[in-house]
């Protein structure tokens, strides 16, 4: 079944069956473990709806959310702490948040049990939510996610997922900020990612957030910059798959550092921005201990 686009109508809680007799129940226990957290969960012979629901109970105490009350009858867990930030003509790939933390299905489960995934998109918090038409082509609905390839200024926005079927609903917004490059850069400063190094130490930089564009059987072929130019690096400096690795950091690592990507006629590029600090060993060497005036050292 394929979800349609409708705009969400009113539905309402699951109300939680009471067995008449213990004996009925066929009850099994079953420890759960998500994220390193160990839940006990009951097994029922209940439909996957229900389930999914008693599921998310587990990891409302998790996301640091806020739920609300929603006007459609939906729980609405509001937006993901999951923010997207791309800059305009790169590939993206949104995922509804609830199938990545709020309950314990994927998108096949919940399609089987007959909940309907629906996005919808709006300017912002509180501000009318209009069902998306899906063109198939530049923006395309792909399972439990949206895929632009490439986006667009007006791509930003609070895009919702909402999932339900006529007596359970569930809804989360995603951030998605598309930005241009500062003049004369090839990034926007607003949307660099920053990292630390101690001079003299060991320092590896990743290439982030680029899961989505990385095929398994294959190495990805990945170009560095520092300060937007192309650099004969020095020879403790190597590349490894998704990393740069400064093996003995200098005063002069400080910058910024670009990695770009191609992924099919694409291309992605993300930047960190390095600053490097003294080594906590050699400051704590360099320091003598304060005497009081007068007073002379042995």
């Known amino acids: 079944m394929e979800p349609s686009d409708a705009s969400p109508g009113s ?72 923010k997207y930030q791309v800059l305009v003509g790169e590939p993206v790939r949104i995922k509804c948040a609830l199938f990545y933390g709020y309950i314990r299905a994927n998108y096949s489960l919940a399609q089987s049990a007959g ?29 439990d996610s949206i895929w632009f390839r490439p986006t667009l200024l007006q791509d930003s926005g609070l895009y919702a997922c909402v999932i339900r079927n006529s007596t359970y609903c569930m809804k989360v917004s995603i ?14 400063s607003r949307m660099k990612y920053f990292d630390k190094a101690e001079l003299s130490k060991s320092k590896e930089i990743s290439c ?3 899961e989505d564009f990385l095929l398994p059987t294959r190495e990805p072929e ?26 003995e950091v200098r005063e002069d690592d400080i910058g910024n550092y670009t ?26 060497h360099s320091l003598s201990p304060l005497l009081p005036p007068g007073s002379h050292s042995l």
């Not at 998605?176 to 926007?188: F, I, K, M, P």
């Not at 560095?224 to 400064?246: A, N």
Request: hydrophobic share 30%; with cysteine; glycine share 6%.
């Open 222 to 247: 990945i170009l560095w910059y520092k300060e937007c130019r192309t650099k004969t690096w020095r020879p403790s400096i190597v590349f490894k798959r998704d990393t740069l690795l400064i093996r």
């Open 259 to 284: 990695c770009e990507l191609k992924y099919g006629g694409f291309v992605v590029r993300r930047t960190t921005e390095l600053t490097v600090t003294e080594n906590t060993m050699s400051i704590r």
């Open 11 to 82: 539905c309402y809680p699951v109300a939680q069956r009471k067995p008449k007799k213990e004996t009925q129940q066929r009850r099994e226990m079953n420890w759960i473990s998500k994220k390193g957290t160990a839940f006990k969960s009951w097994k029922m012979k209940a439909p996957i709806p229900h389930l999914i629901l008693l599921y998310a109970t587990f990891t409302q105490s998790l996301k640091v959310v806020t739920k609300r009350g929603s006007a459609d009858g939906c729980t609405d867990w509001s937006v993901d702490i999951k």
């Open 115 to 143: 909940l309907s995934l629906m996005w919808y998109k709006s300017s912002g918090p509180g501000d009318f939510e209009e069902p998306i038409a899906f063109d198939g082509n530049r923006m395309s609905k792909e399972e």
């Open 175 to 188: 951030s998605l900020t598309v930005g241009e490059n500062d003049t004369g850069l090839c990034y926007n």
């Open 208 to 210: 982030r957030d680029i």
